[in-house]
């Protein structure tokens, strides 16, 4: 049974640092590239970050690039991603969620991530 589940979410302020974890299981995910995207209230899903099946390509969107992190271990039953998110703002308030990509490097859009997670609440106030 494929399963992402993320945690680290929870309520912080403005300049802050929260740190997300994604767990993959029940696939070989050590081969497919990893990503974060984010969704807020009345918005549509975006992409944040995402990582190459060997951690040796990361991608950012510019939102967040120089403050926020994405980094992996390949384990041998199961892939953890990781985001560290520094300097945080009101406007990273949303919902993320961890996906697993269809191919070795992370694209930006959502069609090219087979898997998801159930997302984790992530809330900055100012």
């Known amino acids: 049974q494929v399963q992402l589940v993320e945690s680290g979410g929870g309520l912080v302020q403005a300049g802050d640092s929260l740190r997300l974890s994604c767990v993959a299981s029940?696939?070989?995910?050590?081969?497919?590239?990893m990503g974060w995207f984010r969704q807020a209230p009345g918005k549509e899903r975006e992409f944040v970050a995402g990582?190459?099946?060997?951690?040796?390509?990361?991608?950012?969107a510019d939102s967040v690039k120089g403050r926020f992190f994405i980094s992996r271990d390949n384990a041998a039953t199961k892939t953890s991603v990781f985001l560290q998110m520094n300097s945080l703002k009101p406007e990273d308030t949303a919902v993320y969620y961890c996906?697993?990509?269809?191919?070795?490097?992370?694209?930006?859009?959502?069609?090219?991530?087979?898997?998801w997670g159930q997302g984790t609440q992530v809330a900055v106030s100012s």
């Open positions: 996906a697993a990509a269809r191919t070795p490097t992370p694209k930006s859009n959502t069609e090219t991530y087979a898997y």
């Open positions: 990582i190459s099946w060997n951690g040796g390509i990361t991608n950012y």
């Open positions: 029940g696939r070989t995910f050590s081969i497919y590239g």
